[in-house]
């Protein structure tokens, strides 16, 4: 049973354009949800974290927003640029970062000129 | 954010031995380390969770005895898979976390790509 469902599987947007990358959870006790972007042959670096007690968190050209009663959250890349083409996976877990995250199945942006 | 490194970040190796793979926290005191596995084009899936001191925690599926993990000081953790076969090739990628920080964020290492011939 997956318990975050990430979509779309892959995206394509125009440079300049706005990215947009949906998860939804069924677990409610979950209480913290990061957002992770990953290179081909690299590790994840996390790239933008949220809690449950806001509903939107914005750092440069990434917002996280978060709707707690659909049980869902999403990433809004402002701007894309070629640059930020690579595999976004949205996590959750209990109690932050000390309990394994959940993560979803990845999404393949691809920002072209 | 901290810094995790992984040792070797590629290994080859024959069929039957041993490989043991180094993650290490550089500038913070992991007090979690978590193991990955990452096939081509799929997600991360979780091997195991080992707190410094303690035995892992496995999850299901993933047998202890081939997949040794010692975390045995707060800096660095450690992965042996042993008698390795073709069908161990794979991404293998560690994460670390401390709980002394306020959201215990988990910070990736930058993988360890084995291939098994």
């Known amino acids: 049973q997956q318990q975050v469902k990430q979509s779309p599987q892959s995206l394509i947007v125009q440079k300049g354009g706005i990215s947009i990358i949906n998860c939804a959870y069924e677990?409610?006790?979950?209480?913290?949800f990061p957002w992770y972007q990953q290179f081909p042959g690299k590790g994840p670096a996390l790239l933008i974290a949220?809690?449950?007690?806001?509903s939107e968190k914005k750092e440069g050209r990434f917002t996280i927003s978060f709707n707690k009663s659909a049980k869902q959250f999403s990433l809004h890349i402002m701007d894309s640029q070629p640059g930020d083409s690579a595999t976004y996976f949205c996590?959750?877990?209990?109690?932050?970062?000390?309990?394994?995250?959940?993560f979803g199945k990845g999404t393949r942006l691809s920002v072209i000129a | 954010g901290a810094v995790v490194s992984q040792h070797p970040s590629r290994v080859i190796c024959k069929s039957g031995t041993s490989v043991k793979i180094e993650c290490r926290s550089l500038?913070?005191?992991?007090?979690?380390m978590f193991w990955y596995r990452q096939f081509p084009k799929q997600s991360l899936m979780l091997m195991a969770t080992s707190n410094e001191g303690s035995k892992a925690t496995y999850e299901q599926g993933v047998e202890k005895d081939k997949f040794l993990i010692n975390h045995a000081s707060l800096t660095l953790s450690t992965l042996t898979v042993t008698s390795a076969h073709p069908e161990d090739s794979s991404f293998y990628i560690c994460?670390?976390?401390?709980?002394?920080?306020?959201?215990?964020?988990?910070?990736f290492g930058p993988g360890t790509r084995l291939t098994v011939l």
């Open positions: 996590a959750a877990s209990i109690g932050g970062g000390n309990t394994p995250l959940v």
């Open positions: 949220i809690r449950p007690d806001v």
């Open positions: 500038d913070f005191q992991a007090t979690t």
């Open positions: 677990n409610t006790a979950f209480d913290y």
């Open positions: 994460s670390a976390t401390s709980s002394s920080w306020v959201y215990n964020e988990q910070f």
